[in-house]
């Protein structure tokens, strides 16, 4: 059972870092530009935290944990990011013109989950998926299971085997737990992410996964807790609410509430945060953000479960 400590700190993150979010969209900071193609020429500067932003409003819509004024800020990220995107239309065409990127699926996904459509981007992802090529794309083994997510959360087939792509990645291997580094650790929490679609479904994470990470989450968390490393901080706490039930215990948490900034923002490391110069700011920080707000929505939905 998460104890009310770490729920109330995780109603406290969240909160924030959503308001923070929804704040820096209302002020024009995130968004693509004017002139934006599909051949974006920099998709990490605003295209990608774009779609972290819907992933993460999806899942506060979602669950069944926020108030109805959290909800409607989780709308109206959804709303500006499905704006930029000219209504899905930016995706189809990017998905037209270069047939084995995966990231205008990945990015559908989210709005998709949360009631957005574009049946003729649906389509063309479809027969996509019937490709011999969109299967050989040579993925990273956790970046496989993101696609076949995606795919699933627009019920598209084939079905597929998910305990063959877990055994593919550095968790299914279960490696020495000294081993893992910042990188890996990443790599790790987002074979999680996408095996248990965002702790939706917990069971598709077989047993002997499970039990490694109960026995080694804890001391993960504490390592990069006391580095300050705040954003993988936050993404390990994600990982321990896409459990069964959670394993860690309110340290971390009360350490990820003490570096967010009053305003919201959450900070990804220890490093200076520029005060003067915002844009900077929410460039830098909007991954943590979106983190935190994950943390805590999949926490307080985890208790509920």
Not at 93 to 118: I, M, S, W
Not at 238 to 254: F, I, Q, Y
Not at 261 to 284: I, N, S
């Amino acid at each position: 059972m998460t104890d009310a400590t770490v729920l109330g700190t995780a109603h406290q993150l969240a909160g924030r870092a959503l308001d923070w979010l929804h704040r820096a969209h209302e002020s024009g900071l995130g968004g693509l530009g004017p002139d934006a193609g599909p051949d974006l020429s920099d998709p990490d500067d605003a295209y990608k935290p774009l779609g972290e932003g819907a992933l993460a409003a999806a899942l506060v819509l979602r669950e069944p944990v926020a108030g109805p004024a959290d909800r409607a800020r989780a709308r109206a990220l959804l709303d500006f990011g499905w704006a930029e995107l000219s209504g899905g239309d930016l995706l189809y065409e990017r998905q037209f013109r270069h047939p084995l990127l995966t990231d205008p699926l990945e990015t559908y996904a989210h709005f998709h989950r949360a009631g957005y459509h574009h049946p003729a981007l649906v389509g063309l992802l479809a027969e996509l998926a019937r490709l011999r090529a969109a299967q050989a794309v040579e993925h990273l083994p956790n970046r496989r299971l993101a696609v076949a997510n995606a795919r699933s959360v627009l019920g598209l087939r084939p079905e597929p085997d998910w305990p063959a792509l877990a055994a593919a990645t550095w968790l299914g291997a279960r490696p020495e737990p000294w081993a893992l580094d910042w990188q890996t650790a990443y790599d790790l929490t987002h074979t999680v992410f996408h095996l248990t679609d965002w702790g939706a479904q917990p069971d598709r994470l077989p047993a002997p996964l499970r039990d490694y990470l109960r026995c080694w989450l804890p001391a993960w968390a504490e390592v990069w807790q006391e580095t300050g490393q705040w954003d993988l901080l936050g993404e390990l706490l994600v990982v321990d609410a896409c459990l069964p039930a959670p394993v860690c215990d309110a340290r971390p948490w009360l350490a990820l509430a003490a570096a967010q900034h009053p305003d919201g923002l959450l900070p990804r490391d220890t490093e200076p945060v520029p005060a003067d110069d915002p844009d900077r700011a929410f460039k830098d920080h909007q991954h943590t953000a979106v983190v935190g707000l994950l943390a805590g929505t999949l926490t307080l939905a985890q208790a509920l479960r």
